[in-house]
């Protein structure tokens, strides 16, 4: 029941952490000759971002049967913004693959936890300007980690398996031996010393290892990496209830997720819904959540967070996130930490509800593509135009001042803005005729094979089981 949605296909946005920046992102693909352009659209600012292509993002994953209704990955998440701060600070001295640091360890458990309360303690090799100071002073703070009797921390100094796995034991209540030798897989775990077994083995009894990549490396090296440590926070948000109330030590309990089944009322496609479009769902069991129960029909209410349009050789995506369950005067919010999620019934739109529905997705999707290669032949003129007379500009004030050389190179490039201006214009007026066929060509397989796009989209009455 808790299996890695990860390793599936997310249905879901895990959290407003874990998903996109909090910002619904839409991307319009644009079929062309020439790779598949993208015009994105940020609608929390209304900016158009032209060109480009149009990906799912690297740090999502998919769920079986759905590889293009993404879920948002929490330890990505995490080692994304340890990247962007480390590269402010250090030039971009980061590898995920790298044993993880002192430092970096700090951030993992501060960030990934929410530690906010920071210690006063200082450390002569810890300055304010340190890239990772605030969640040191967290951690130190919380008593999850120590400095050394020299008043040091060592923050850039790696730190073994044996002191991570002490750390994290200091976060869990789990009961496990303090004296067998630690197993994992069936392998006895190298470079674990004896003072280490009794939090080796609560790691191990949690079941949080087995979320970690390379399970080898795990067993054989005396190190994590950074990447593997941020699997083992996320898993442990996802498997634990964090309570900070009494502070950050022992805060991890294990918990019993909570299992919805739903049917969908409506579809959710990459095709044709929007970021921002809201949706609705029934459930087709009781279930009991924050300590009420909804029976079977309560209604499930979501949003799509992003979308990407399908394009050539691109399938597109679609991100949902499920927000609240409802029945009578009866309301709960669904919890931000998913486990998994599971496509139980697929269904594809009947013939009726796809020909009814094609021609105005078509005329959409035309006008979209036709309108983009306007738009963007429009912006080639303006820049050219612009820039041509700018060269005439330049050619008449260097020759009156007296410098007929410059004068005559501004000539010569005015000639250069024409051959590019033409030449960006029939790239832009081809490519644009290719997507406007290629729009026609999508409808039309769409009504016949259907099943075509059927990863990327969520249909009316299908079933699907999330578990929080």
């Known amino acids: 029941m808790k299996k890695e949605l990860l390793m599936a296909l997310g249905v879901l946005c895990m959290t407003s952490g874990v998903a996109m920046a909090n910002e619904s992102v839409q991307a319009y693909a644009h079929p062309t000759l020439f790779g598949t352009q993208g015009h994105t659209l940020v609608s929390a600012e209304n900016d158009v971002v032209v060109g480009g292509k149009v990906y799912k993002p690297c740090h999502v994953k998919t769920v079986e049967g759905k590889q293009n209704v993404v879920v948002a990955h929490y330890a990505k998440h995490m080692l994304g913004d340890m990247k962007a701060k480390m590269d402010a600070k250090r ?18 458990i501060s960030e990934g936890l929410g530690l906010t309360k920071a210690s006063t303690d200082k450390y002569s090799d810890v300055a304010d300007s340190y890239w990772a100071k605030a969640e040191i002073d967290r951690v130190l703070k919380e008593d999850v980690m120590i400095g050394y009797p020299d008043l040091t921390f060592k923050p850039d100094q790696a730190i073994t398996k044996a002191e991570v796995f002490c750390t994290f034991a200091k976060l869990m209540n789990v009961e496990a031996s303090k004296t067998a030798v630690p197993v994992l897989n069936g392998k006895e775990l190298k470079y674990v010393p004896a003072w280490a077994y009794g939090a080796t083995n609560e790691v191990i009894a949690s079941g949080l290892l087995a979320t970690l990549p390379n399970q080898d490396k ?6 994590l990496s950074k990447e593997q440590v941020a699997y083992f926070v996320a898993a442990m948000k996802k498997n634990f209830q964090i309570d900070l109330s009494n502070g950050a030590i022992g805060c991890a309990t294990k918990y019993e997720p909570v299992a919805v089944k739903i049917k969908l ?10 970021a921002g479009d809201t949706f609705t769902a029934k459930t087709t069991e009781d279930v009991t959540l924050n300590g009420v129960c909804f029976p079977a029909g309560s209604t499930v209410k979501g949003c ?28 709960a919010e669904f919890p931000r930490k998913l486990s998994s999620a599971q496509v139980n019934v697929m269904k594809n739109p009947n013939i009726v509800s796809r020909v009814l529905g094609a021609p105005f997705s078509m005329v959409g999707r035309v006008a979209g593509v036709a309108g983009r290669s306007v738009s963007e032949t429009a912006e080639v003129l303006a820049n050219g135009t612009e820039e041509y007379l700018g060269n005439w500009s330049d050619a008449f004030c260097d020759t009156a001042s007296l410098h007929p050389l410059k004068g005559l190179k501004s000539v010569g490039s005015s000639f250069i803005t024409v051959g590019k201006g033409v030449y960006n214009i029939s790239k ?12 026609f060509y999508d409808e039309c397989k769409y009504i016949i094979v259907p099943n075509t796009t059927n990863d990327s989209c969520l249909n009316p009455d299908e079933e699907l089981t999330i578990i929080f």
């Open 91 to 108: 030039g971009g001295l980061y590898d995920p693959k790298m044993p993880v640091l002192r430092s970096e360890l700090a951030f993992l």
């Open 218 to 223: 795990v067993v054989n090296d005396e190190y």
């Open 265 to 274: 009322s409506e579809r959710i496609s990459a095709r044709t819904s929007n």
């Open 304 to 331: 799509v967070k992003s979308v990407a349009r399908p394009g050539v050789k691109n399938p597109g995506y679609v991100e949902v996130q499920f927000e609240t369950i409802t029945n009578g005067d009866n309301k």
């Open 428 to 439: 832009y007026a081809v490519s644009g005729t290719f997507g406007v066929l290629y729009e």
